[in-house]
């Protein structure tokens, strides 16, 4: 069964338990230490993973989980998104009356489902995985019991949820009714004989809406918006990161590894989602004046952009895809710590309490400033360098399909509309008329050194990206395209 292909995942499960236990006898003001814990646990297996190698692919699990390159690419990044939100966390903990211990651990449960879901092979470990990281996160969004905001948050998130797991569930049926395997290795080859029925290709569209749920895609967009606004900022955070890349690498398995040949029917359709999605969340985050709401609809434009590397359908989209996770993954944690160790003070999330930021705390204006910056894709960081590998994996297909200069096109007028929101706040940070940032803004050890390596990686991937590109091409090139 080799069990040991899977010792990543054991180890943060383990972890979890352990902070679990941990907390049952720490006293109250002892509890934050549990995640300095858990992030320096996390740390040690972020290391341990480098002595890993996902070449040749090893096969577990009766084949239902793959460790390759593409998967251990994808545990790190998750490693490294949950050490950084473990420390958003730690700062954000004053906020629960109660339950810090059992917040971390869930957060560490949650990692454990994205984990699995970067090894799925089969339809078995797909749908186990994204449940495991959904119901986790119906909690999360909820956490603060006495907040309306997050009561409501959690109950949307758990109706479309469920929804969503709905589609998931019904579209592997269909599919396994179809060609009697949920085995990737083995559905790629029967459907590669099945393009035309329509059965199959009504449960992979069901499938595809299921995952398009994670990543925020359109028509699946909506809830987004509410529950980042009402979730706890460290749980929007992980969601914006963890989530979506977790949706985009079970995406990816899905179109490139399992049908493949049906993927290229459907071009045109994933160049559509990936235009409305692009516009949608451009045009909607322009009013916006909360900035979890406005970083939501961020993330929903964020998922077009990522869309055009699927729907460019070859291995320089994908590779984009794997850079720009990276790149996206520093800038929205970065921005969502700011926004708590300034929030935190006044009580609310308005654009408008940035104003005067970098008087009172000169440093977090600049990190917020690169953030924007970086998000808005100006160069030389490593927002831009994202767009322009999947704007140059774009253009490489128009010259066989037209279709895909109309595609460039819709995104670079999502660019241009993101300027104006995203250098909005930057306008508010240095030229806010209202002054209501306090004198003293308190940063911890810890918060401060994350800030500084998410300032470091969006400047290095921006000016040196060679070596995480090597990385993602590696990666991408175990998927066998």
Same mark, same amino acid.
């Given at each position: 069964?080799?069990?040991?292909?899977?010792?990543?995942? /054991?180890?943060?499960?383990?972890?979890?338990?352990?902070?679990?236990?941990?907390?049952?006898?720490?006293? %109250?003001?002892?509890?934050?230490?549990?995640?300095?814990?858990?992030?320096?646990?996390?740390?040690?297996?972020?290391?341990?993973?480098?002595?890993?190698?996902?070449?040749?692919?090893?096969?577990?699990?009766?084949?239902?989980?793959?460790?390759?390159?593409?998967?251990?690419?994808?545990? %790190?990044?998750?490693?490294?998104?949950?050490?950084? +939100?473990?420390?958003?966390?730690?700062?954000?903990?004053?906020?629960?009356?109660?339950?810090?211990?059992?917040?971390?651990?869930?957060?560490?449960?949650?990692?454990?489902?994205?984990?699995?879901?970067?090894?799925?092979?089969?339809?078995?470990?797909?749908?186990? $995985?994204?449940?495991?990281?959904?119901?986790?996160?119906?909690?999360?969004?909820?956490?603060?019991?006495?907040?309306?905001?997050?009561?409501?948050?959690? /109950?949307?998130?758990?109706?479309?949820?469920?929804?969503?797991?709905?589609?998931? =569930? *019904?579209?592997?049926?269909?599919?396994?009714?179809?060609?009697?395997?949920?085995?990737?290795?083995?559905?790629?080859?029967?459907?590669?004989?099945?393009?035309?029925?329509?059965?199959?290709?009504?449960?992979?569209?069901?499938?595809?809406?299921?995952?398009?749920?994670?990543?925020?895609?359109?028509?699946?967009?909506?809830?987004?918006?509410? =529950?980042?606004?009402?979730?706890?900022?460290?749980?929007?955070?992980?969601?914006?990161?963890?989530?979506?890349?977790?949706?985009?690498?079970?995406?990816?398995?899905?179109?490139?590894?399992?049908?493949?040949?049906?993927?290229?029917?459907?071009?045109?359709?994933?160049? +559509? /989602?990936?235009?409305?999605?692009?516009?949608?969340?451009?045009?909607?985050?322009?009013?916006? %004046?909360?900035?979890?709401?406005?970083?939501?609809? $961020?993330?929903?434009?964020?998922?077009?952009?990522?869309?055009?590397?699927?729907?460019?359908?070859?291995?320089?989209?994908?590779?984009?895809?794997? *850079?720009?996770?990276?790149?996206?993954?520093?800038?929205?944690?970065?921005?969502?710590?700011?926004?708590?160790?300034?929030?935190?003070?006044?009580?609310?999330?308005? /654009?408008? #309490?940035?104003?005067?930021? #970098?008087?009172?705390?000169?440093?977090?204006?600049? +990190?917020?400033?690169?953030?924007?910056?970086?998000?808005?894709?100006?160069?030389?960081?490593?927002?831009?360098?994202?767009?322009?590998?999947?704007?140059?994996?774009?253009?490489?297909?128009?010259?066989?399909?037209?279709? *895909?200069?109309?595609?460039?096109?819709?995104?670079?007028?999502?660019? =241009?509309?993101?300027?104006?929101?995203?250098?909005?706040?930057?306008?508010?940070?240095?030229?806010?008329?209202?002054?209501?940032?306090?004198?003293?803004?308190?940063?911890?050890?810890?918060?401060?050194?994350?800030?500084? =390596?998410?300032?470091?990686?969006?400047?290095?991937?921006?000016?040196?990206?060679?070596?995480?590109?090597?990385?993602?091409?590696?990666?991408?090139?175990?998927?066998?395209?």
């Amino acid at each position: 069964m080799n069990i040991a292909a899977s010792i990543l995942e /054991i180890a943060v499960i383990g972890l979890g338990i352990a902070v679990m236990l941990a907390d049952l006898w720490l006293p %109250r003001e002892k509890k934050i230490w549990l995640g300095y814990a858990a992030a320096a646990g996390l740390t040690l297996i972020l290391f341990g993973s480098f002595s890993m190698s996902g070449n040749p692919a090893t096969l577990a699990f009766g084949d239902m989980y793959i460790l390759d390159a593409f998967a251990l690419f994808f545990k %790190r990044f998750f490693l490294i998104a949950a050490i950084l +939100v473990m420390i958003v966390s730690i700062e954000y903990s004053p906020k629960f009356q109660t339950g810090k211990g059992e917040y971390f651990t869930l957060v560490l449960f949650a990692l454990a489902g994205m984990m699995f879901s970067a090894s799925a092979n089969h339809f078995a470990l797909l749908f186990v $995985s994204m449940e495991l990281m959904t119901i986790t996160f119906y909690v999360l969004t909820s956490f603060l019991r006495n907040q309306i905001l997050s009561l409501e948050a959690g /109950i949307k998130y758990l109706i479309l949820g469920a929804l969503s797991s709905g589609f998931l =569930v *019904y579209g592997i049926a269909l599919v396994y009714g179809t060609t009697s395997t949920m085995d990737f290795a083995t559905l790629r080859e029967k459907s590669a004989l099945m393009t035309d029925n329509p059965l199959l290709l009504v449960g992979l569209l069901m499938i595809i809406g299921g995952l398009g749920f994670k990543i925020a895609a359109f028509p699946f967009q909506f809830w987004a918006p509410d =529950v980042y606004q009402g979730s706890p900022s460290s749980t929007t955070a992980f969601l914006a990161v963890g989530s979506k890349a977790a949706g985009f690498a079970l995406l990816m398995r899905l179109l490139f590894v399992a049908v493949p040949d049906i993927t290229l029917q459907w071009e045109k359709l994933l160049m +559509v /989602i990936a235009g409305i999605t692009i516009l949608y969340g451009n045009l909607c985050a322009l009013p916006q %004046r909360n900035l979890k709401r406005l970083l939501g609809y $961020s993330s929903i434009a964020n998922a077009g952009y990522l869309m055009m590397g699927i729907a460019a359908m070859s291995a320089s989209g994908s590779t984009a895809i794997l *850079y720009y996770l990276y790149s996206y993954m520093f800038t929205v944690i970065a921005a969502f710590l700011i926004i708590i160790l300034v929030m935190k003070h006044t009580g609310a999330e308005d /654009i408008v #309490h940035l104003a005067k930021l #970098h008087e009172r705390a000169p440093g977090l204006a600049g +990190v917020m400033t690169l953030s924007m910056v970086s998000l808005a894709g100006i160069p030389p960081l490593a927002g831009f360098f994202g767009k322009f590998l999947l704007f140059e994996a774009v253009i490489e297909q128009a010259s066989a399909q037209s279709s *895909y200069y109309l595609l460039a096109a819709v995104a670079i007028v999502g660019v =241009v509309i993101s300027l104006y929101y995203y250098f909005g706040v930057i306008r508010t940070i240095y030229w806010g008329k209202q002054q209501m940032i306090p004198e003293d803004i308190q940063i911890s050890p810890a918060s401060n050194a994350a800030l500084w =390596v998410c300032s470091v990686v969006i400047i290095y991937l921006g000016i040196m990206p060679e070596r995480l590109m090597q990385a993602a091409t590696a990666a991408v090139e175990s998927l066998k395209f």
